[in-house]
């Protein structure tokens, strides 16, 4: 599984202008209003040697609007805590704020590695721009322009540094790899025992790569999968401990090294905003995913009711293509099919897409609904091709599709889904100008 590298400071330092950067994306909102929340908190940075996942703590909560408020913040501190590396952004054209003093005093407080870097730092002199960032106890201050693109390379170098080493021999996770992703007690592990049956399929359960998540691999009508589940360890190593902390970062580590996601929600509790920024995290990781409602025995009629009224709204809406499953981990009802449809998505996941079909259906959708005009031009979309599997994106070509309205993105989207039959998979548009 990839490290993770949590970017902290206060609203405006650039986080999002650096994640963008990194991770090369345009996805993270870059916007001059503090406290705008992001749509992605996450993403790859392939710069160096080895890949990490940076995580933009700046969109973890919403309510928080940052900086020290936001490490005030129970999930944000247990995101910097498993973290394997904290960069710490300030503000070099600002100078030192009272708010980086308190922000760096708790981040040392929590005794978590951090790199101390200074953005805004184009046209600068380097030693002084860094020189009062000292004061901060960090150790060397590293001057870059996220926005200027200058130090980049440095910065990535010292992040690499700076990361625990790299395991020996980092085995790849046979078969197809799926991850229990959900709040605690929803029945993760249950369900891995209840998949694992009777007698048990186990060939061997080794702990992770990294730390809290353990791996099973197992063999089912000739298929082998693997389970991630990031509450395994935990539990067996500390038994005692009863309240378990929710991890955003440990869901996202563990969905970022699967194929498939299944995410579990808790019939009993309902659905809760937890479940539904799992929802969003799992559609932005591109995963394969079974939403699998457990705990689905002993409800009565009426709860039933309410249950399927709130999963609609917050969880069918952002993941509208995944296959919906009632279970009972515990009673083992509903289990038996779901490794199927996880090797069914696998399927959908690694699909081949042919190009002569991907310009059939492109013309098809584009003379049904012809994209709308904006600013007196009609965008035209010319040709489409497979850019990536894992998961299936398509690349369509043509003028102007950055005035392509998201509802007309959300319509090609779902034509080439509903063409290709697509299960439990999202499908990605990317497009390429060309007047
Ligand atoms: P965040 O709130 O920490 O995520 O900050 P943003 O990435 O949204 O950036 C806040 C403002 O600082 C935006 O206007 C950016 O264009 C600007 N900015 C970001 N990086 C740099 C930089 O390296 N140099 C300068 N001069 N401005 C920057
Ligand atoms: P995890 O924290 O997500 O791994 O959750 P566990 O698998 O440890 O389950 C938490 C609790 O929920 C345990 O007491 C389980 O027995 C119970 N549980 C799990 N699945 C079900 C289910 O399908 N129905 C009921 N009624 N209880 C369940």
């Known amino acids: 599984m990839k490290p993770i590298v949590a970017l902290v400071g206060r609203p405006n330092v650039g986080k999002s202008t650096l994640f963008n950067r990194l991770t090369r994306t345009r996805d993270a909102l870059v916007s001059d209003t503090p406290g705008v929340t992001r749509d992605r908190i996450y993403g790859t940075c392939a710069y160096g040697e080895r890949d990490f996942l940076l995580v933009d703590t700046g969109g973890l909560e919403t309510e928080a609007e940052g900086g020290i408020e936001l490490l005030a913040a129970e999930q944000a501190r247990q995101a910097i805590r498993d973290a394997e590396l904290v960069v710490f952004l300030v503000d070099g054209r600002l100078g030192l704020h009272p708010e980086d003093a308190a922000i760096a005093e708790e981040l040392r407080r929590m005794q978590v590695p951090v790199l101390l870097v200074v953005n805004k730092s184009e046209d600068l002199e380097p030693t002084t721009v860094s020189a009062e960032f000292y004061a901060l106890g960090l150790g060397a201050p590293l001057p870059v322009s996220a926005a200027a693109n200058q130090g980049m390379g440095r910065l990535v170098d010292l992040v690499e540094e700076r990361l625990p080493p790299a395991p020996e021999e980092e085995e790849e996770l046979p078969g197809i790899r799926i991850a229990m992703v959900g709040r605690p007690n929803v029945g993760k592990s249950t369900l891995v025992n209840a998949l694992l049956g009777e007698p048990r399929m186990i060939t061997y359960d080794r702990p992770g790569t990294t730390?809290?998540?353990?791996?099973?691999?197992?063999?089912?009508?000739?298929?082998?999968?693997?389970?991630?589940?990031?509450?395994?360890?935990?539990?067996?190593?500390?038994?005692?401990?009863?309240l378990e902390k929710f991890s955003t970062l440990k869901a996202i580590q563990a969905m970022e090294a699967a194929d498939v996601v299944f995410l579990l929600v808790d019939a009993q509790e309902g659905v809760t905003d937890q479940d539904a920024r799992l929802a969003r995290l799992v559609r932005d990781a591109g995963r394969g995913v079974v939403l699998a409602v457990n705990k689905w025995d002993h409800l009565d009629d009426q709860q039933k009711k309410r249950l399927r009224r709130t999963l609609d709204l917050k969880l069918v809406t952002p993941l509208y293509y995944a296959p919906l499953r009632y279970i009972s981990a515990l009673y083992g009802t509903g289990v038996g099919h779901l490794l199927e449809t996880a090797e069914a998505i696998y399927g959908s996941y690694t699909k081949e897409l042919s190009t002569a079909e991907l310009n059939r259906v492109l013309n098809e959708a584009t003379e049904a609904h012809p994209p709308p005009v904006r600013g007196g031009f009609r965008p035209k979309l010319r040709y489409a091709h497979q850019g990536a599997k894992r998961p299936p994106t398509v690349v369509i070509h043509?003028?102007?599709?950055?005035?392509?309205p998201d509802n007309y993105l959300r319509y090609l989207e779902r034509t080439f889904q509903k063409h290709f039959k697509l299960e439990g998979v999202p499908l990605r548009l990317q497009f390429r100008k060309q007047e």
């Open 211 to 242: 730390r809290d998540a353990i791996h099973t691999v197992l063999e089912r009508d000739g298929q082998t999968y693997t389970l991630i589940d990031t509450a395994g360890v935990r539990r067996r190593s500390r038994i005692h401990e009863t």
């Open 398 to 404: 043509g003028s102007r599709p950055n005035t392509l």
